[in-house]
């Protein structure tokens, strides 16, 4: 198990069980996350408020499996590999989630595995935004400065879409960094770009055009070049 000491706190005596649902859900302190595959829940309370996720298969793979992962050595985790990602985020104040704890079990040539994240309170998805009501230019222009500041660490996030990109009332945040990486600048960030650019213009479809529009795409794009520009500075 990988973890940060500090956030953790007081351990269960079975560590494993804070990976477990139904630990939380005995402490009244579970609530599952809509949308995604299922897989993902808020947990804790009070100070200590968590995001556990167990990693599944999406696409036509999750047919074979839905959870399993071929072994390849601890270094090949995918959980244990966003863990390290998030904490060298995180001490370079990007706006990700804190990682908390990461674990695998492992069963012959495959594993499962989870990760646990601080929750980023009182935050909902930009696509569940948009259903909501318009989003300011300011708040979208934070949007792009949000990625352009990942991009201009050269975070290459592998799944740059709507569903990822958290609001708060004074805040931006970027989740789900699963086959993320740290990359020497080049062509993956037009492809990351594009990818949210399709995802945004999915969810909005069907919504009132003031949601999300080529003016609206422009106000990101603004502030995604302003957060480049000032690194080039």
């Excluded at 956030?7 to 809509?34: C, I, K, Y």
């Excluded at 399709?198 to 999300?212: E, M």
């Amino acid at each position: 198990m990988l973890s940060d000491p500090a956030t953790l706190g007081n351990l269960p005596q079975d560590a494993d069980a804070l990976f477990e649902p139904e630990f939380w859900r005995s402490r009244h302190e579970l609530m599952e996350v809509t949308g995604g595959r299922g897989s993902a829940w808020f947990v804790g309370s009070g100070a200590r408020q968590w995001a556990l996720r167990h990693y599944r298969r999406g696409g036509f793979i999750a047919r074979l499996s839905r959870d399993h992962y071929m072994w390849a050595g601890e270094n090949r985790v995918r959980s244990f590999a966003e863990w390290r990602l998030l904490d060298v985020l995180t001490q370079r104040g990007l706006p990700v989630p804190k990682p908390v704890a990461a674990r695998y079990q492992r069963s012959g040539v495959f594993y499962r595995c989870d990760l646990i994240t601080q929750r980023i309170v009182d935050a909902r998805p930009l696509s569940e935004t948009l259903r909501q009501g318009a989003i300011s230019d300011s708040l979208w222009r934070a949007v792009g400065r949000a990625v352009g500041a990942l991009h201009r660490a050269g975070v290459d996030h592998a799944d740059l879409n709507a569903h990822n990109i958290l609001l708060g009332k004074n805040s931006v945040s970027l989740i789900d960094f699963d086959r993320g990486r740290l990359r020497t600048p080049g062509a993956w960030k037009l492809r990351n770009v594009k990818r949210l650019h399709r995802s945004l213009a999915k969810v909005s479809r069907g919504l009132p055009a003031d949601r999300y529009s080529a003016q609206v795409w422009q106000w990101l794009c603004a502030g995604y070049a302003a957060r480049l520009e000032r690194a080039a500075a």
